[in-house]
């Protein structure tokens, strides 16, 4: 069994992990790629070799998506549909990685996967185009195109943990609001779970059972490892980045009742608390 991944992401990297006795491809866009996959022992293919991508694609099993899309949509769309259609590749699960952020604010209120899509980003408006995209490709072609969507994703090198020991934690606060958070292996065995139970056109939210605010999240961090939490801090829109603002801009708790029910998915790291402490176990 093989699989194919268009950008060699850390959600990639966890779903290749997780796959045990497959093996996988990527694709990378410069020398500095090529060498990443390289070291991980991951066949490379560059985006540009259309002949390649033909060849990679013919004999994949499962292909994943993980690439931003940008102001021309996703980048993989043009590259892997001529690619598919020479190939003549029917691959058993194609899944795209998309963002709860499509939802948009929510007050603090419940979302499922067939609430109204009302994203407020540019970022999670492509999000809601490339979605639109793969799925009408997946119509055209016949082929079996499964959308993922994620909350903010942490695991080890990239969590709360980090930041505290680092001194760059802040834990912001504003009344009422929380927000979803999925760790990286438990993405891993949701795609993984997708991927034995492939469904055309269907759509996923990945999260963990909790939503929390971020600043009980630092706080939790900080009490694993022993350290004075961060002050709270009120929270002020105008004083953060563009990036952080449209974090913050924004609240809801994800319902990940459909993946436990279609896909006999549970996650190892219901909430931060397990998540965190399994990190810090592990060294991370």
């Given at each position: 069994?093989?699989?194919?991944?268009?950008?060699?992401?850390?959600?990639?990297?966890?779903?290749?992990?997780?796959?045990?006795?497959?093996?996988?491809?990527?694709?990378?866009?410069?020398?500095?790629?090529?060498?990443?996959?390289?070291?991980?022992?991951?066949?490379?293919?560059?985006?540009?070799?259309?002949?390649?991508?033909?060849?990679?694609?013919?004999?994949?099993?499962?292909?994943?998506?993980?690439?931003?899309?940008?102001?021309?949509?996703?980048?993989?769309?043009?590259?892997?549909?001529?690619?598919?259609?020479?190939?003549?590749?029917?691959?058993?699960?194609?899944?795209?990685?998309?963002?709860?952020?499509?939802?948009?604010?929510?007050?603090?209120?419940?979302?499922?996967?067939?609430?109204?899509?009302?994203?407020?980003?540019?970022?999670?408006?492509?999000?809601?185009?490339?979605?639109?995209?793969?799925?009408?490709?997946?119509?055209?072609?016949?082929?079996?195109?499964?959308?993922?969507?994620?909350?903010?994703?942490?695991?080890?090198?990239?969590?709360?943990?980090?930041?505290?020991?680092?001194?760059?934690?802040?834990?912001?606060?504003?009344?009422?609001?929380?927000?979803?958070?999925?760790?990286?292996?438990?993405?891993?065995?949701?795609?993984a779970a997708s991927i034995a139970r492939?469904?055309?056109?269907?759509?996923?939210?990945?999260?963990?059972?909790?939503?929390?605010?971020?600043?009980?999240?630092?706080?939790?961090?900080?009490?694993?490892?022993?350290?004075?939490?961060?002050?709270?801090?009120?929270?002020?829109?105008?004083?953060?980045?563009?990036?952080?603002?449209?974090?913050?801009?924004?609240?809801?708790?994800?319902?990940?009742?459909?993946?436990?029910?279609?896909?006999d998915w549970r996650p190892a790291y219901?909430?931060?608390?397990?998540?965190?402490?399994?990190?810090?176990?592990?060294?991370?």
């Open positions: 069994m093989r699989l194919f991944a268009f950008g060699f992401s850390y959600s990639a990297r966890a779903l290749m992990r997780r796959l045990e006795g497959w093996t996988a491809a990527a694709t990378y866009r410069d020398a500095a790629g090529a060498a990443s996959l390289a070291a991980a022992g991951v066949s490379g293919i560059s985006v540009e070799d259309h002949d390649g991508l033909v060849r990679e694609l013919a004999r994949a099993q499962a292909i994943l998506l993980s690439a931003s899309p940008g102001p021309g949509g996703c980048p993989a769309l043009p590259v892997l549909v001529p690619a598919l259609a020479q190939a003549n590749a029917f691959p058993d699960w194609i899944g795209y990685l998309s963002t709860t952020g499509v939802y948009g604010d929510r007050n603090g209120g419940w979302v499922k996967e067939e609430s109204r899509l009302a994203a407020q980003s540019v970022e999670g408006a492509r999000r809601m185009a490339a979605e639109r995209d793969w799925l009408e490709v997946g119509r055209g072609m016949g082929l079996t195109i499964t959308v993922h969507r994620l909350p903010g994703i942490y695991g080890p090198g990239r969590s709360s943990l980090d930041r505290v020991r680092a001194g760059a934690a802040r834990r912001l606060k504003a009344q009422g609001q929380v927000f979803s958070r999925i760790h990286v292996d438990d993405l891993a065995t949701g795609l492939p469904r055309a056109g269907g759509i996923y939210n990945l999260c963990d059972d909790e939503p929390a605010s971020n600043s009980d999240v630092v706080a939790e961090a900080a009490l694993l490892l022993g350290v004075p939490p961060p002050p709270e801090q009120p929270l002020d829109l105008e004083a953060l980045s563009p990036q952080a603002r449209r974090f913050y801009a924004e609240s809801k708790r994800v319902s990940n009742a459909r993946a436990k029910a279609e896909l219901p909430t931060y608390r397990e998540g965190l402490a399994a990190i810090l176990a592990a060294g991370g």
